[in-house]
């Protein structure tokens, strides 16, 4: 009997929000920023819409991101927009709930754990389940995580780098810090105002970091003009900065990155470890896309680095695939005494 009830895998994460609708695939993808009235605490705007008002807005109206470090930060505002985004994929006049999996780092608390949950039911899911970020990373960058060997995946969004060996399903060791994308737009923003006495905003901050970033020597370095504002003059000012002086800006994050990696690697079983010099560490989440983090993960670690295909995309889909499982993530759930 064909199954009514739609099937939501949702990617919350700190920087996008991704929704996967069983039997169409991934249907929005959309920034984690919601603009509110303070008015009267109600919605402006949500996602890319929100995003293009951050820094330029009228008092009345704030643009914020409701989710810091993979978490919760402003429950009322993540409800709201859960709700909103549920309602714009499942419609606004919908008959019955939806089933939602929702994406949550491996080492947040229970109480943090219990609010995504919450979050996602008040917003109108009938049922909602976590599963762990790097379990469903690695099952949408297609590694064989249910065989009887050890893959190693390092998913690496906006707020969190969760690091996981997994095999036969199940997780058997991860670490996870509260160091991402974000964490490197501050990082530049605080290289920008130091050496220059500039001030530039998010947006400008991450671009910077898209079009320039790098975590190892480029063939040929790049140059990028810059707008901010001016600390000691108080005017607009252009200057020009490097691919290397970000790269060198960008050092501290990423080695704490690099860092973790080794931690997890020197606590991994010696059958898995083999298994994972065989078949390499996978890469997902937005930084992954980081120029030639591959390479110096690689030359940390000396270990075959691969970057997942769709690595924006691999925890949504991972979701979407867990969906298949409904009944097995059921029981887990209500075995941890969530239910």
Same mark, same amino acid.
């Given at each position: 009997?064909?199954?009514?009830?739609?099937?939501?895998?949702?990617?919350?994460?700190?920087?996008?929000?991704?929704?996967?609708?069983?039997?169409?695939?991934?249907?929005?993808?959309?920034?984690?920023?919601?603009?509110?009235?303070?008015?009267?605490?109600?919605?402006?705007?949500?996602?890319?819409?929100?995003?293009?008002?951050?820094?330029?807005?009228?008092?009345?109206?704030?643009?914020?991101?409701?989710?810091?470090?993979?978490?919760?930060?402003?429950?009322?505002?993540?409800?709201?927009?859960?709700?909103?985004?549920?309602?714009?994929?499942?419609?606004?006049?919908?008959?019955?709930?939806?089933?939602?999996?929702?994406?949550?780092?491996?080492?947040?608390?229970?109480?943090?754990?219990?609010?995504?949950?919450?979050?996602?039911?008040?917003?109108?899911?009938?049922?909602?389940?976590?599963?762990?970020?790097?379990?469903?990373?690695?099952?949408?960058?297609?590694?064989?995580?249910?065989?009887?060997?050890?893959?190693?995946?390092?998913?690496?969004?906006?707020?969190?780098? @969760?690091?996981?060996?997994?095999?036969?399903?199940?997780?058997?060791?991860? +670490?996870?810090? +509260?160091?991402?994308?974000?964490?490197?737009?501050?990082?530049?923003?605080?290289?920008?105002?130091?050496?220059?006495?500039?001030?530039?905003?998010?947006?400008?901050?991450?671009?910077?970091?898209?079009?320039?970033?790098?975590?190892?020597?480029?063939?040929?370095?790049?140059?990028?003009?810059?707008?901010?504002? @001016?600390?000691?003059?108080?005017?607009?000012?252009?200057?020009?900065?490097?691919?290397?002086?970000?790269?060198?800006?960008?050092?501290?994050?990423? !080695?704490?990155?690099?860092?973790?990696?080794?931690?997890?690697?020197?606590?991994?079983?010696?059958?898995?470890?083999?298994?994972?010099?065989?078949?390499?560490? !996978?890469?997902?989440?937005?930084?992954?896309?980081? +120029?030639?983090?591959?390479?110096?993960?690689?030359?940390?670690?000396?270990?075959?680095?691969?970057?997942?295909? @769709?690595?924006?995309?691999?925890?949504?889909?991972?979701?979407?695939?867990?969906?298949?499982?409904?009944?097995?993530?059921?029981?887990?759930?209500?075995?941890?005494?969530?239910?």
């Amino acid at each position: 009997m064909f199954n009514l009830v739609p099937e939501l895998g949702i990617d919350l994460g700190t920087a996008n929000i991704l929704v996967y609708l069983k039997g169409k695939g991934i249907v929005l993808r959309e920034p984690s920023v919601v603009a509110m009235n303070l008015t009267n605490q109600t919605l402006v705007a949500v996602g890319e819409e929100a995003r293009m008002m951050i820094g330029r807005t009228p008092e009345n109206i704030a643009a914020i991101r409701p989710m810091c470090d993979g978490v919760i930060a402003d429950y009322s505002t993540t409800q709201k927009m859960l709700e909103y985004l549920i309602a714009k994929v499942c419609g606004k006049k919908r008959i019955l709930k939806p089933t939602v999996i929702v994406a949550v780092p491996s080492q947040i608390t229970p109480v943090e754990k219990r609010a995504v949950v919450q979050a996602a039911r008040s917003a109108g899911a009938k049922q909602a389940y976590p599963i762990e970020e790097p379990w469903a990373a690695a099952i949408g960058a297609g590694l064989p995580i249910s065989s009887a060997g050890g893959n190693m995946v390092v998913d690496m969004g906006g707020g969190t780098t @969760d690091i996981a060996v997994i095999s036969l399903n199940g997780i058997v060791l991860s +670490r996870s810090i +509260r160091i991402g994308g974000n964490k490197m737009d501050e990082v530049i923003q605080r290289h920008i105002k130091t050496k220059y006495s500039l001030m530039i905003g998010d947006r400008t901050a991450e671009e910077i970091k898209v079009k320039i970033g790098s975590a190892f020597p480029l063939e040929q370095e790049l140059a990028l003009e810059v707008r901010g504002r @001016d600390l000691i003059a108080g005017l607009p000012k252009t200057i020009e900065v490097t691919s290397t002086e970000i790269r060198e800006a960008l050092t501290e994050p990423i !080695m704490a990155i690099v860092e973790r990696v080794k931690s997890v690697l020197e606590h991994t079983p010696p059958e898995l470890s083999s298994d994972i010099i065989e078949r390499g560490i !996978m890469l997902t989440g937005g930084v992954a896309l980081l +120029r030639g983090l591959d390479r110096l993960l690689s030359s940390q670690t000396g270990i075959p680095i691969h970057v997942a295909e @769709d690595p924006l995309s691999c925890v949504a889909l991972g979701c979407g695939r867990a969906l298949e499982k409904i009944d097995e993530i059921r029981d887990k759930f209500i075995e941890t005494g969530f239910e």
